[in-house]
């Protein structure tokens, strides 16, 4: 152990995957981490020279199995990698082949979850769990996965570069993904099935580890496309490229960071919504962002309502949810809604619709005016329900009114700060 505790200072700050391994080079435990240096680093600041375990701050933090698992360890290796993203699956795919014993990889546990490609026309990409494989006929799976939350995180980034169609029904009627261009639309013809497909296979070498092989076909591709003068096809190819080689993964790398600072009390990035208008008119809404219970402002959004016509404050909620979330923006960790159970329900909606796993709270004033009633959405996040520090601080949050009327209030003022401008603007043009 103090051989590795002597190596962790060379260790890079990047992403990747580390593997402990015993004296006979069998690897014991696999990992992924945001920072290699700093994961790996985390198992040894608090190795006491009597080498006496059961009185560290990593008995308590880490468990009695990743205690012995440490204790046993004499060498470590990495991997790295130029994401978090890939680490994830990289991670995956070591453990499925090792299936090391710290890892707890019991061939009949319920708790982990897989990619499934579907077996259809069109396949769609969805994620299950272990008992809820079978569902639906498979042609591929991948897995398993520690995190059911960072997995939807990964096909999200992953459907920006390589969109397919993911609800049930064979039709893009009604379908928000299609409306904002998550869904190419091969059941209204707006793609080939040779392309569709081609998109799913890419997908595939992505949740194979295959990355480097990807982007390198697609570079061949974008050639022999500019040299054919199909010049858009080459232009999709292009950005396709550089999609792939600057993923932005800052989701997967908060929920890391989250991960690891476990033991602060202030619970990562809350986005509080509100709308004002006046019968309808100068409508707008309103995101501020409070991170470990600060504002902001920096972080703060304002979006005027373009298409509801009349008072309908939750149609218009959900327009500014809908647009909010189809920019690459850090992901919250909760989302609060000034508004009451009609609020509540519609966000939840769309959060299925997206994918998304996020607690949500809507927060009114009650029949008095005197306090404010709290509605939660039907489920936490799974790990929230895996990860005890987490949950006490999500319920913390739920108890603490001051601070969820404190988040909403500022909400409010933001909305109707934007508000009053715009009314102002158009009362000075007339």
């Known amino acids: 152990m103090q051989t590795i ?159 397919f169609h993911s609800n049930k029904q064979q039709t893009e009627k009604g379908c928000l993904d299609f409306q904002i261009g998550r869904c190419p639309g091969p059941y209204v013809g707006a793609i080939t099935k040779k392309d569709y497909l081609k998109n799913i296979r890419n997908i595939e070498m992505i949740l194979r580890g295959e990355k480097k092989r990807l982007v390198s076909s697609l570079k061949k591709e974008m050639k022999n496309c500019a040299k054919n003068h199909e010049f858009e096809k080459a232009a999709e190819a292009r950005n396709r490229i550089f999609a792939l080689e600057h993923i932005r993964d800052v989701a997967l790398i908060n929920q890391d960071l989250v991960l690891e600072n476990s033991k602060t009390k202030s619970w990562g990035r809350i986005e509080a919504y509100d709308i004002s208008n006046i019968g309808g008119d100068y409508a707008v809404g309103s995101m501020v962002v409070f991170t470990n219970s600060k504002a902001d402002k920096n972080e703060y959004r304002k979006f005027k309502i373009k298409t509801v016509i009349g008072v309908d404050d939750v149609g218009m909620m959900k327009e500014v949810l809908a647009r909010r979330f189809r920019n690459n923006w850090p992901k919250p960790d909760l989302i609060l809604l000034d508004g009451g159970k009609g609020h509540l329900n519609m966000a939840q909606k769309i959060m299925e619709e997206l994918k998304l796993e996020i607690p949500i709270i809507a927060a009114a004033k009650g029949p008095t005016r005197k306090k404010i009633d709290i509605y939660q959405s039907k489920y936490l996040l799974t790990y929230l329900g895996r990860n005890e520090e987490i949950r006490e601080r999500y319920n913390s949050i739920l108890s603490d009114a001051k601070l969820i009327e404190r988040i909403r209030n500022e909400a409010h003022r933001f909305a109707i700060s934007y508000h009053k401008k715009l009314r102002q603007k158009n009362w000075k043009s007339r």
Do not use: C
């Open 5 to 163: 505790k002597s190596k962790i200072s060379n260790l890079p700050k990047s992403p990747g995957v580390y593997e402990f391994r015993d004296k006979q080079g069998k690897i014991l435990y696999i990992g992924k981490a945001t920072s290699l240096k700093s994961r790996v680093g985390s198992y040894f600041g608090n190795f006491s020279k009597t080498k006496s375990w059961k009185t560290t701050k990593l008995s308590l933090e880490r468990g009695p199995r990743i205690v012995e698992m440490v204790s046993r360890a004499t060498e470590v290796k990495i991997h790295e990698t130029d994401s978090v993203l890939e680490a994830l699956i990289l991670e995956s795919n070591l453990i499925k082949k090792y299936q090391p014993k710290y890892n707890v990889m019991a061939k009949d546990d319920k708790s982990f979850g897989y990619f499934v490609i579907t077996k259809e026309k069109f396949p769609r990409v969805v994620i299950f769990w272990k008992t809820e494989l079978g569902k639906v006929p498979a042609k591929k799976i991948y897995g398993p996965y520690l995190s059911k939350y960072q997995m939807n995180i990964a096909l999200k980034l992953i459907r920006r570069i390589f969109p």
